[in-house]
Nanobody, 120 residues
Framework: QVRLVESGGGLVQAGGSLRLSCAAS????????MGWYRQAPGKQRELVAS???????NYADSVKGGFTISIDNAKNTVYLQMNNLKPEDTAVYYC??????????????WGQGNQGAVSS
């Protein structure tokens, strides 16, 4: 089992910045990749960014150039730095961890969600 605890988030004005953190505990040895998803009111949850322990990252087109994902393998913590925020970035942000066993995917674990709101 993996437990994810998120922190950060809050309310900022358009053009501002927020930083999210997600710390994993438990069977962290099984984690191969971590990421951030978001869900805006009335919309489906969508991938924002993901990163493998190697540091290889990918981003949704809508956040490229503004958001940066990073991982601290020693702390089993993933970060999302969000700059130049826009009102459409308002959503609940969820941390995700992909668990693998013997090279095969086994499960996704989710954080509790963290509200990020951007005022115009």
């Amino acid at each position: 089992q993996v437990r994810l605890v998120e922190s950060g988030g809050g309310l900022v004005q358009a053009g501002g910045s927020l930083r999210l953190s997600c710390a994993a505990s438990g069977s962290t040895f099984s984690i191969n990749a971590m990421g951030w998803y978001r869900q805006a009111p009335g919309k489906q949850r969508e991938l924002v960014a993901s990163i493998r322990r190697s540091g290889s990252a990918n981003y949704a087109d809508s956040v490229k150039g503004g958001f940066t994902i990073s991982i601290d393998n020693a702390k089993n913590t993933v970060y999302l730095q969000m700059n130049n925020l826009k009102p459409e970035d308002t959503a609940v942000y969820y941390c995700d961890a992909e668990s693998y066993y013997s090279g095969s995917y086994t499960n996704d674990y989710w954080g509790q969600g963290n509200q990020g709101a951007v005022s115009s």
